[in-house]
Protein backbone atom coordinates (compact mmCIF):
# COMPACT_ATOMS: atom_id res chain seq x y z
CA UNK A 1 0.00 0.00 0.00
CA UNK A 2 1.37 3.08 -1.00
CA UNK A 3 0.31 6.47 0.54
CA UNK A 4 0.51 9.87 0.21
CA UNK A 5 -0.50 12.37 3.24
CA UNK A 6 -1.20 15.59 3.34
CA UNK A 7 -2.44 19.05 5.39
CA UNK A 8 -3.46 22.37 5.56
CA UNK A 9 -3.77 23.28 1.73
CA UNK A 10 -5.70 26.42 2.91
CA UNK A 11 -6.99 26.71 -0.30
CA UNK A 12 -4.13 27.65 -2.16
CA UNK A 13 -4.94 26.55 -6.27
CA UNK A 14 -0.57 26.91 -6.60
CA UNK A 15 -0.06 23.95 -3.60
CA UNK A 16 -2.77 21.92 -4.38
CA UNK A 17 -1.52 21.81 -8.09
CA UNK A 18 1.80 20.43 -6.83
CA UNK A 19 0.14 17.87 -4.70
CA UNK A 20 -1.92 16.63 -7.38
CA UNK A 21 1.43 16.24 -9.90
CA UNK A 22 2.72 14.74 -6.94
CA UNK A 23 -0.16 12.15 -6.67
CA UNK A 24 0.43 11.52 -10.64
CA UNK A 25 3.86 10.88 -10.24
CA UNK A 26 3.51 8.77 -6.97
CA UNK A 27 0.07 6.71 -7.90
CA UNK A 28 -0.32 6.16 -4.60
CA UNK A 29 -3.57 3.70 -3.25
CA UNK A 30 -4.65 6.85 -1.13
CA UNK A 31 -4.46 10.23 -0.67
CA UNK A 32 -4.81 11.13 2.62
CA UNK A 33 -5.91 14.43 3.79
CA UNK A 34 -5.74 15.79 7.47
CA UNK A 35 -7.97 18.38 7.24
CA UNK A 36 -8.12 22.21 6.55
CA UNK A 37 -8.75 22.05 2.27
CA UNK A 38 -10.17 25.46 1.13
CA UNK A 39 -10.50 28.03 3.55
CA UNK A 40 -7.38 29.49 4.85
CA UNK A 41 -8.65 30.49 8.60
CA UNK A 42 -8.76 33.94 10.50
CA UNK A 43 -5.10 33.26 12.26
CA UNK A 44 -2.90 32.81 8.37
CA UNK A 45 -2.35 35.30 5.95
CA UNK A 46 -3.48 34.37 2.26
CA UNK A 47 -1.34 31.52 1.12
CA UNK A 48 0.22 31.72 -2.98
CA UNK A 49 -2.37 31.86 -5.43
CA UNK A 50 -5.50 31.73 -3.20
CA UNK A 51 -8.49 30.19 -5.09
CA UNK A 52 -10.69 27.75 -2.88
CA UNK A 53 -13.08 27.42 -6.12
CA UNK A 54 -9.83 26.38 -8.36
CA UNK A 55 -9.05 23.65 -5.52
CA UNK A 56 -12.59 22.35 -5.38
CA UNK A 57 -12.39 20.53 -8.77
CA UNK A 58 -8.64 18.97 -8.01
CA UNK A 59 -9.73 17.43 -5.09
CA UNK A 60 -12.82 16.15 -6.61
CA UNK A 61 -10.89 14.81 -9.38
CA UNK A 62 -9.55 12.42 -7.39
CA UNK A 63 -12.54 11.35 -4.55
CA UNK A 64 -11.64 8.00 -5.74
CA UNK A 65 -8.65 7.71 -3.76
CA UNK A 66 -9.11 10.64 -0.69
CA UNK A 67 -9.37 10.17 2.72
CA UNK A 68 -10.00 13.35 4.68
CA UNK A 69 -10.62 14.44 8.12
CA UNK A 70 -12.09 17.62 9.12
CA UNK A 71 -9.81 20.13 10.06
CA UNK A 72 -10.72 23.51 12.43
CA UNK A 73 -11.12 25.92 9.07
CA UNK A 74 -13.93 23.20 6.94
CA UNK A 75 -17.70 23.65 7.52
CA UNK A 76 -20.77 22.51 6.17
CA UNK A 77 -20.31 24.84 3.16
CA UNK A 78 -17.57 22.40 2.66
CA UNK A 79 -18.60 19.45 2.52
CA UNK A 80 -21.37 20.68 0.02
CA UNK A 81 -19.00 21.47 -2.97
CA UNK A 82 -16.19 19.02 -2.36
CA UNK A 83 -17.56 15.06 -3.27
CA UNK A 84 -15.70 13.21 -0.62
CA UNK A 85 -16.34 13.18 3.20
CA UNK A 86 -14.39 15.69 4.30
CA UNK A 87 -16.30 16.11 7.87
CA UNK A 88 -15.37 13.28 10.01
CA UNK A 89 -13.05 14.59 13.18
CA UNK A 90 -10.93 11.27 13.20
CA UNK A 91 -10.67 8.07 10.80
CA UNK A 92 -8.43 4.54 11.21
CA UNK A 93 -6.66 2.60 8.72
CA UNK A 94 -5.48 -0.25 8.90
CA UNK A 95 -2.29 -0.88 6.20
CA UNK A 96 0.19 -3.34 6.38
CA UNK A 97 -0.85 -4.45 9.66
CA UNK A 98 -0.32 -0.92 11.20
CA UNK A 99 -2.56 1.31 12.80
CA UNK A 100 -2.97 4.80 11.46
CA UNK A 101 -5.28 6.96 13.45
CA UNK A 102 -6.22 10.28 11.25
CA UNK A 103 -7.18 13.25 12.69
CA UNK A 104 -6.28 17.32 11.66
CA UNK A 105 -4.80 17.96 15.53
CA UNK A 106 -6.98 20.38 17.01
CA UNK A 107 -8.80 17.57 19.11
CA UNK A 108 -6.17 15.81 20.05
CA UNK A 109 -2.36 15.83 19.90
CA UNK A 110 0.90 14.02 20.63
CA UNK A 111 0.74 15.85 23.89
CA UNK A 112 -3.17 14.52 24.13
CA UNK A 113 -2.93 11.42 22.64
CA UNK A 114 -6.28 9.16 22.16
CA UNK A 115 -6.28 5.62 24.04
CA UNK A 116 -4.35 3.85 21.12
CA UNK A 117 -2.45 0.36 21.47
CA UNK A 118 0.99 0.82 21.24
CA UNK A 119 2.89 0.33 18.10
CA UNK A 120 -0.18 2.85 16.55
CA UNK A 121 0.70 5.99 14.48
CA UNK A 122 -0.88 9.48 15.49
CA UNK A 123 -1.19 11.34 12.29
CA UNK A 124 -2.29 15.09 12.46
CA UNK A 125 -1.38 18.29 11.01
CA UNK A 126 -2.77 21.44 12.64
CA UNK A 127 0.62 23.05 13.70
CA UNK A 128 2.21 23.38 10.07
CA UNK A 129 5.18 21.72 11.22
CA UNK A 130 6.76 18.77 10.26
CA UNK A 131 7.07 15.82 13.25
CA UNK A 132 8.56 12.36 13.81
CA UNK A 133 8.84 11.15 16.98
CA UNK A 134 7.66 8.71 19.56
CA UNK A 135 4.81 9.36 22.78
CA UNK A 136 4.40 6.67 25.20
CA UNK A 137 4.97 4.02 22.23
CA UNK A 138 2.63 5.81 19.87
CA UNK A 139 4.58 7.15 16.79
CA UNK A 140 3.18 10.76 16.31
CA UNK A 141 3.80 11.93 12.35
CA UNK A 142 2.74 15.56 10.84
CA UNK A 143 3.50 15.89 7.14
CA UNK A 144 3.86 19.80 7.98
CA UNK A 145 1.66 21.72 5.29
CA UNK A 146 1.11 21.90 2.07
CA UNK A 147 0.74 25.52 1.62
CA UNK A 148 1.29 27.75 4.74
CA UNK A 149 4.24 25.95 6.54
CA UNK A 150 5.42 27.55 9.60
CA UNK A 151 8.92 25.54 9.74
CA UNK A 152 10.08 26.83 6.54
CA UNK A 153 9.24 24.09 4.13
CA UNK A 154 6.38 23.26 2.40
CA UNK A 155 5.70 19.19 2.42
CA UNK A 156 3.57 16.45 2.82
CA UNK A 157 4.60 12.59 3.64
CA UNK A 158 4.74 9.38 1.57
CA UNK A 159 3.84 5.95 3.07
CA UNK A 160 5.54 2.59 0.88
CA UNK A 161 7.31 -0.57 2.22
CA UNK A 162 6.17 0.25 5.81
CA UNK A 163 8.24 3.72 5.86
CA UNK A 164 7.12 6.99 6.40
CA UNK A 165 9.34 9.58 4.29
CA UNK A 166 8.74 13.66 4.18
CA UNK A 167 8.31 15.05 0.62
CA UNK A 168 9.49 18.52 0.42
CA UNK A 169 8.87 20.83 -2.10
CA UNK A 170 11.07 23.59 -3.45
CA UNK A 171 9.67 26.86 -4.70
Known sequence: MKLIIASDIHGSA????RLCDLVAAEQPDRLVLLGDLLYHGPRNDLPRDYAPKKVIPMLNGLREIILAVRGNCEAEVDQMVLTFPCMADCAQLLVDGQSLYLTHGHHGSPQALPPLPKGSV????????????VVDGIRC????SVS???DGSHSCMIY???TFRFHIWEE
Open 14 to 17: YWCR
Open 122 to 133: FLSGHTHVKLDK
Open 141 to 144: LNPG
Open 148 to 150: IPK
Open 160 to 162: ENG
